[in-house]
């Protein structure tokens, strides 16, 4: 959705520090988890992105 939208500078906030973890290591392929390896492959070479770990209780955006 942000590369059809053609965002280059991208930043992901999450309260789960695994996801951030992941995404954020180049070590993906010995995780096993494919949706985590597909996106940190799409989203690399497209622009800038960061994926940041933020606090539960920071958390405040409501769906």
Known sequence: MLLNKRYRRTI?????????????DMGLEELGIDVLRR??????????WRIIHIPREQN???D
């Open 12 to 24: 992901i906030q999450t309260d789960n520090l695994e996801v951030v973890q992941a995404l954020s």
């Open 39 to 48: 996106t940190q492959c799409i989203m690399k070479p497209e622009g800038q």
């Open 60 to 62: 405040l955006v409501v």
